[in-house]
T-cell receptor
């Protein structure tokens, strides 16, 4: 039973345009959501996060939107750059429930075309 | 800059060998985690720890074991490696269990 889902395994975007990566979750107890970027043979790098009490968080080119009623979050990257090409994982945590577990989605491979 | 380190980065060993993957963090985090990732797949939680002498199995069954004798150290051991253990193993830590999760560079294990 996958609690965090990324239904698009890959996405191609032209340089300078917006990249939108989506993530759905099933557990309404998740209280914190994170996005990570990963290159092969390296550890994931933290990008941006959002608490469940907010619906938007912005950091430079990266914005995360949270829609709790739809159990959906998205990561917007604008403008997209070739260096953004990587696999992006969304993750959700159950910190306040006491389990302190982070559950990851399957990832979306983003390719930014020059 | 995250201060969490994993060794070895790459390891190729034969079937039946015992291996230990090391993970250390210098941030004083209580929560530590081990994830396993196969190429193109999600990160599966295999072990986690809330603090010293606390370890729990994750959502993915694993034949590996872990220990947490010191706050900063969370090694993972395979008593008898098999080809099915070939994967990337990622160690991570968090201060609160609900904030940012910091990852190490990963250990790529290949069992022949």
């Amino acid at each position: 039973d996958q609690q965090v889902k990324q239904n698009s395994p890959s996405l191609s975007v032209q340089e300078g345009r917006i990249s939108i990566l989506n993530c759905d979750y099933t557990n309404s107890m998740f209280d914190y959501f994170l996005w990570y970027k990963k290159y092969p043979a390296e550890g994931p790098t933290f990008l941006i996060s959002i608490s469940s009490i907010k619906d938007k968080n912005e950091d430079g080119r990266f914005t995360v939107f949270l829609n709790k009623s739809a159990k959906h979050l998205s990561l917007h990257i604008v403008p997209s750059q070739p260096g953004d090409s990587a696999v992006y994982f969304c993750a959700a945590s159950l910190g306040t429930s006491g389990t302190y577990k982070y559950i990851f989605g399957t990832g979306t491979r983003l390719k930014v075309l020059a | 800059e995250a201060d969490i380190y994993q060794t070895p980065r790459y390891l190729v060993i034969g079937t039946g060998k015992k291996i230990t993957l090391e993970c250390s963090q210098t941030m004083g985090h209580d929560k530590m985690y081990w994830y396993q990732q196969d190429p193109g797949m999600e990160l599966h939680l295999i072990h986690y720890s809330y603090g010293v002498n606390s370890t729990e199995k994750g959502d993915l069954s694993s034949e590996s074991t872990v220990s947490r004798i010191r706050t900063e150290h969370f090694p993972l051991t395979l008593e008898s490696a098999r080809p099915s253990h070939t994967s990337q193993y990622l160690c991570a830590s968090s201060r609160s269990g609900t904030g940012e999760l910091f990852f190490g560079e990963g250990s790529r294990l290949t069992v022949l």
